[in-house]
């Protein structure tokens, strides 16, 4: 539980959190990236509204997000999705317990939006402002309609970062492995580009993966001591397997198999390895990768070794609001200061 007093007119502090006494209703604001989003959420689990304005096709165009673009998008969308989720809940702000934002890491122009939308509204309506890290709000999509609580493994994976995570409680959380180069959600995006695949790639390598036969090539697991991960030499080598075909048809569906077959068994091992070291027998996954199937199949193959798996809804995979209050009720590195800057790197 967090005992707030940023708000501008009243000295009675809040108590924000699972031991706060009363139901906390918290509105938040996500804008790290290419998504507008707002949502209302009842004591970090019970979804109330959840607004998503993407960019995706808007950016697709290019081939990946334009920050100034994306900036100006997160501008014209912000008023709308704040309404939009007041609507959907059939709430007004008094109703509101706090609102949060996300502070980082992302891309400073669109955080922007974001996080002064979230103060504005806590500073106009008398309400404590909770800012909140994106990485520790991916986790938190697992509290979503689930009972889920720490200790756990978390296996963190999304467009810019891959970590697993000792989560010994909803404040005390340790890294313990992360990539020393590309995340996985960047490698799958780079390795897309190089077989011709339109962006997003992620989701449309890992769909014809599905029609491929993983073993087809034998693609190299880098070893990396400890938990930590590297995956630019596997991008590297599907470079060389791409121009190996010197012009000729390439099985575009085996390779994608074979691809993601090693990311999804490197990153099984180190997971698998964290368990037994922790003697935790829980896992979660979290970030936008978590959507991917053969990630999701693996780690959920650990039931049948006798732990508790969990990962969020699809839509709570990708960037969105109802992570970042569920964050900001469980006080998961969170900082309470109205003057909070942005940051754009963990």
Do not use: W
């Amino acid at each position: 539980m967090k005992m707030i007093k940023n708000t501008l007119f009243s000295e009675k502090p809040v108590n924000i959190g699972p031991e706060s006494g009363y139901d906390n209703y918290i509105m938040a604001i996500e804008s790290s990236c290419d998504e507008t989003a707002c949502a209302i959420v009842k004591n970090g689990r019970e979804v109330i509204s959840n607004v998503v304005a993407s960019q995706i096709k808007t950016h697709a165009q290019y081939g990946g997000v334009i920050p100034e673009i994306a900036a100006r998008e997160h501008l014209e969308a912000i008023n709308v999705v704040i309404d939009e989720a007041f609507k959907q809940a059939n709430m007004t702000p008094d109703k509101i317990t706090a609102f949060a934002g996300t502070v980082g890491p992302g891309l400073v122009g669109c955080l922007l939006v974001g996080l002064n939308a979230a103060k504005t509204l806590a500073l106009v309506h008398d309400k404590p402002f909770i800012g909140v890290n994106h990485l520790n709000a991916h986790l938190c999509g697992n509290y979503i309609d689930t009972d889920l609580k720490p200790p756990y493994i978390a296996l963190l994976v999304s467009g810019g970062h891959t970590q697993i995570i000792d989560v010994k409680s909803y404040s005390e959380q340790k890294i313990i492995g992360e990539t020393i180069d590309d995340a996985v959600g960047e490698a799958y995006d780079k390795v897309a580009r190089l077989i011709g695949l339109p962006y997003p790639g992620g989701p449309v390598l890992d769909k014809l993966a599905r029609e491929g036969n993983p073993f087809a090539f034998k693609l190299p697991e880098a070893k990396v001591d400890g938990y930590n991960f590297s995956f630019s030499g596997l991008k590297t080598a599907v470079l060389r397997l791409v121009k190996s075909f010197d012009g000729k048809e390439l099985p575009v569906n085996d390779i994608c198999a074979s691809f993601q077959e090693c990311v999804s068994s490197t990153l099984f091992k180190k997971v698998k390895k964290a368990l037994l070291e922790s003697g935790y027998k829980q896992v979660v996954i979290a970030g936008g990768v978590a959507a991917n199937s053969e990630i999701r199949k693996k780690i959920f193959s650990l039931e049948n070794e006798g732990y508790k798996v969990n990962a969020p809804a699809m839509k709570y995979c990708t960037d969105n609001a109802a992570m970042v209050a569920s964050c900001a009720y469980f006080n998961t590195d969170t900082f309470d200061d109205v003057d909070v800057e942005v940051f754009s790197r963990a």
